[in-house]
């Protein structure tokens, strides 16, 4: 099985900033993307930014700028720095993978999808 836990995240003024890390853990044979989205209250869920295994990162004009992504391969982490933030940030945040791991389900092997859980993240004075 495989899973991702989040940490970070929280109440920070606006113009703060803030560290969220997601660890991928599991039966996994590689990753091939792990990144974070964001889901507002009312909203749909909407991409933050992501990173390939390569390092190839990608993000949201709403965030560039203000986000970085990286990730650790070996330690199968992902962390995202975000500064400046905005009332508009408000979010819960959820980490996602794109894997080839075990499908606890199945019990093979194949190309998996996983979400964490979300952290919320509160930007107010």
């Known amino acids: 099985q495989v899973q991702l836990v989040e940490s970070g995240g929280g109440l920070v003024q606006p113009g703060g900033s803030l560290r969220l890390s997601c660890a991928a853990s599991?039966?996994?044979?590689?990753?091939?993307?792990m990144g974070w989205y964001r889901q507002a209250p009312g909203k749909q869920r909407e991409l933050v930014a992501t990173?390939?295994?390569?390092?190839?990162?990608n993000y949201a004009d709403s965030v560039k700028g203000r986000a970085t992504i990286s990730g650790d391969n070996a330690n199968n982490t992902v962390n995202l720095q975000m500064n400046s933030l905005k009332p508009e940030d408000t979010a819960v945040y959820y980490c996602?993978?794109?894997?080839?791991?075990?499908?606890?389900?199945?019990?093979?092997?194949?190309?998996?999808?996983?979400w964490g859980q979300g952290t919320l993240v509160t930007v107010s004075s």
């Open positions: 599991g039966s996994i044979v590689s990753i091939n993307t």
């Open positions: 996602n993978a794109e894997v080839f791991g075990r499908d606890s389900e199945s019990r093979t092997y194949r190309y998996l999808e996983v």
């Open positions: 990173i390939t295994g390569s390092g190839t990162a």
